[in-house]
């Protein structure tokens, strides 16, 4: 039987390589994001694939229960649920628009949260089912002049981990993906394309291939690239006050 997996901001960057790569491996997809017609464009890309469009805005609080109930409508159930959908802002908490952080909050992690827990009842019928959360290497220490977008990182890190654990009787495994700067839209939409961190920013299909793997062999992390997980490493062991400047540091422009 086909398997179905549903993938959170699937029209570009990380996630457009993940509907590539569970395309090519023949499953069915729902594929969330807010621009239809690229949703509609990779729809069209694979023809031989049961593809399912759910064109929503997951930084509004009722977006989830809409999916949801769209979903039980079409009798879909979902055995891999990848929640990739996020954004950042670079700047100070106080100078940045507090309306978009709180936006920040609710699709980094209030949707992934809600999505995960309504999913969970099929999940655990399939026997075998899989989570993937993008989180990011910001997740490892405090992130001055992008506060909040480190902090709901840290979350979906720690969330995902603790999730783990629960699910393991389950048969059902959570794997987090923590990247480092990537090429994708979230650049240009965080504003931070000329600083430091993203010079040596990594490609998204590089990225995706790392967590398709490391989905399907059941890790629970995976960071990727060398020096990523050396500064993960790292952060780990120095003082929460250094790690902080040395974040902020790296966020500064070239």
């Not at 055995?79 to 802002?89: K, T, W």
């Amino acid at each position: 039987m086909t398997k179905t997996v549903l993938i959170t901001g699937a029209s570009s960057g990380i996630g457009l390589e993940f509907v590539k790569l569970f395309a090519n491996d023949g499953y069915n997809l729902v594929v969330i994001a807010r621009n239809e017609e690229k949703l509609l464009e990779i729809k069209k890309s694979y023809p031989h694939n049961n593809i399912t469009v759910i064109s929503k805005d997951l930084s509004r609080s009722n977006a989830i229960k809409e999916i949801v109930d769209e979903m039980k409508a079409h009798d879909i159930v979902v055995d891999v649920l990848i929640n990739n959908a996020g954004f950042g802002l670079l700047g100070s908490f106080e100078d940045l628009s507090i309306e978009k952080q709180l936006e920040m909050i609710q699709l980094n992690i209030s949707s992934l949260t809600e999505l995960t827990y309504q999913l969970l009842p099929d999940l655990k019928k399939s026997k075998s089912g899989k989570i993937l959360n993008v989180a990011s290497t910001a997740a490892f220490q405090p992130g001055p002049n992008m506060a909040v977008y480190y902090a709901t990182k840290a979350f979906v890190l720690s969330f995902s981990e603790a999730l783990a654990e629960e699910l393991r009787p389950y048969s059902i495994t959570v794997t987090t993906l923590c990247p480092g700067a990537t090429k994708t839209n979230f650049s240009s939409v965080a504003k931070v394309e000329n600083t430091k961190m993203f010079s040596n920013a990594m490609s998204s299909e590089v990225v995706a291939k790392q967590g398709f793997d490391s989905l399907m062999q059941g890790k629970r992390v995976v960071i990727t690239g060398g020096l990523n997980k050396i500064g993960a490493l790292a952060a780990k062991f120095l003082p929460r006050r250094t790690a902080a400047k040395v974040a902020k540091l790296v966020m500064k422009e070239n």
